[in-house]
């Protein structure tokens, strides 16, 4: 599952959490997260999130 982050603030979103306080259930892909989701912190939209890249170690 991937984690997207808050550009403003820091916040991450992680799919395997969800975020069941806004009423997004543990294992909801972002795509699915629906558009008028707020950041919990600092109450920006989706659009101010970017996908957490992890390099794999070997």
Do not use: H, N
Not at 7 to 34: N, R
Request: with cysteine; net charge negative.
């Amino acid at each position: 599952m991937d984690r997207w982050v808050c550009l403003v603030c820091g916040y991450v979103y992680d799919e395997e959490l969800g975020d069941p306080d806004s009423g997004v259930a543990p294992g909801t892909k972002w795509e699915d997260v629906p558009e008028d989701w707020i950041c919990p912190p600092c109450a920006v939209g989706k659009d101010q999130f970017e996908k957490l890249e992890f390099e794999k170690s070997e």
